[in-house]
């Protein structure tokens, strides 16, 4: 899949270690909480809220949790205000990374997050110096399914996706971010569960990076998937196939 980076594969296993820390319960209450803001409380008119609620359901965040942050996100209860913003930056090996952020103070993070970088050989950059690299993609995943690859790709097509490929176990479908629930709708509609969808950005075009530097990104963006003010990150970088297979 053209522009697809090892780092997804190594970020999807990474994240069930953060599940374990309790970090990803915050990032997806904030998630809520962010959309909800922007676009109202209700998930039948606000496509990004609803993909943020399937998504803190699918990871098991219990649903009091998901409606006290619609609730404080909307004004109907007293919470901390968050601010979206995207940073980004330069890796090691010449690497793009994009993210998003989530934060109650920009100028707070904006620190922290320059200090991770400049300590791992990264430099944090001006808005716009990377994003051009990233292309926005709805993303979805399958992993049950007795279909075969060609007529998965043929529902995909026909229901407005971009392509569909096969990785390790499972089927990764892109769209047009506009269309991510009309192919989710049209999969589910056939009685084939989707395991994730979700919009994402992936890069245009890969850096490869081996042997210290890959080390050194690795350890960035480790750090900056750390950070609770990060809600996503995303690199351009090409890790060795080994580093995917035993992250």
């Known amino acids: ?67 006290r942050a619609i609730r404080r996100a909307t004004g109907q209860e007293a919470g901390v205000h968050y601010e979206e913003a995207v940073y980004e930056g330069y890796g ?10 989530l934060t109650d ?36 995943v399958i992993t049950q399914t007795d279909l075969t690859e060609e007529e998965l790709l043929d529902i995909a097509i026909e229901a407005g996706a971009d392509d569909l490929a096969r990785e390790d176990d499972e089927y990764v479908v892109l769209t047009a971010p506009d269309v991510l629930d009309l192919v989710r709708q049209a999969f589910e509609d056939r009685g084939i569960p989707v395991d994730e969808a979700e919009l994402v950005r992936l890069p245009k075009t890969t850096v490869a990076v081996e042997g210290r530097e890959a080390e050194q990104l690795m350890e960035l963006l480790e750090l900056l998937e750390d950070h609770d003010d ?17 992250a």
């Open 1 to 67: 899949m053209s522009g697809h980076s090892k780092w997804a594969n190594i970020k999807r296993k990474k994240a069930k270690v953060d599940a374990q820390k309790g970090t990803l319960f915050s990032r997806l209450t904030k998630e809520i909480m962010a959309a909800a803001k922007r676009g109202g409380g209700n998930p039948d008119t606000n496509f990004k809220l609803r993909i943020a609620i399937e998504k803190a359901k699918a990871n098991n965040l219990p649903a009091a949790n998901i409606e």
């Open 92 to 101: 090691p090996g010449g690497t793009a990374i994009y993210m998003d952020i």
């Open 105 to 140: 103070n920009r100028n707070r993070t904006a620190g922290e997050i320059r200090h991770i970088f400049s300590r791992h050989g990264g430099s944090l950059g001006e808005t716009g110096c990377v994003a051009w690299m990233f292309e926005p993609k709805g993303r979805l």
């Open 230 to 246: 990060v809600q996503r990150v995303y690199s351009n970088a090409d890790f060795p196939d080994d580093w995917a297979e035993g």
